[in-house]
């Protein structure tokens, strides 16, 4: 990827880099082959490029189903394991209720209405929840 750009490939979905987030932008229907790409493509460029944070942005996507749902999740699962933060941006109504009547409740996955919101948020510092969910007691 020169200059941040990826060439768009049939069955691949480009991975832009803009400083230390990396941009995914979903049109249509996803398959089985181009979403393990698009997964073994962001962690691979994660673990090259040290980005922090990925955006996908599904504001082209009409229908979500639970295949869909699953890789959302797969792919937040699998950059917060290589210390990156994943926001989706741009979920139409349509497709928030259909996650909600599916049951998915996407475990991990941060939300944003606009890519703009979702760089924003990967923008503020990460707040590392309390292990074991103990409360420090002051002395």
Same mark, same amino acid.
């Given at each position: 990827?020169? %200059?941040?750009?990826?060439?768009?490939?049939?069955? =691949?979905?480009? $991975?832009?880099?803009?400083?230390?987030?990396?941009? $995914?932008?979903?049109?249509?229907?996803?398959?089985? &082959?181009?979403? =393990?790409? +698009?997964?073994?493509?962001? &962690? %691979?460029?994660?673990?090259?490029?040290?980005?922090?944070?990925?955006?996908?942005?599904?504001?082209? $996507?009409?229908?979500?189903? &639970?295949?869909?749902?699953?890789?959302?999740?797969?792919?937040?699962?699998?950059?917060?394991?290589?210390?990156?933060?994943?926001?989706?941006?741009?979920?139409?109504?349509?497709?928030?209720?259909?996650?909600?009547?599916?049951?998915?409740?996407?475990?991990? +996955?941060?939300?944003?209405?606009?890519?703009?919101?979702?760089?924003? +948020?990967?923008?503020?510092?990460?707040?590392?929840?309390? &292990?074991?969910?103990?409360? %420090? %007691?002051?002395?």
């Amino acid at each position: 990827m020169s %200059e941040g750009f990826a060439r768009p490939v049939a069955g =691949h979905v480009p $991975v832009l880099r803009l400083g230390d987030v990396l941009l $995914v932008t979903l049109q249509g229907d996803l398959y089985d &082959s181009t979403a =393990h790409r +698009l997964q073994q493509d962001l &962690s %691979e460029t994660i673990a090259r490029s040290g980005a922090t944070g990925v955006v996908i942005d599904i504001s082209g $996507v009409e229908i979500v189903d &639970s295949f869909l749902g699953r890789v959302l999740a797969e792919t937040a699962a699998q950059t917060e394991l290589l210390a990156a933060r994943t926001v989706v941006a741009g979920m139409r109504p349509a497709v928030a209720i259909t996650l909600v009547e599916l049951g998915l409740t996407l475990p991990g +996955l941060r939300t944003a209405l606009t890519t703009e919101a979702a760089m924003e +948020l990967l923008a503020q510092p990460v707040v590392a929840p309390r &292990s074991g969910g103990l409360r %420090e %007691e002051s002395p």
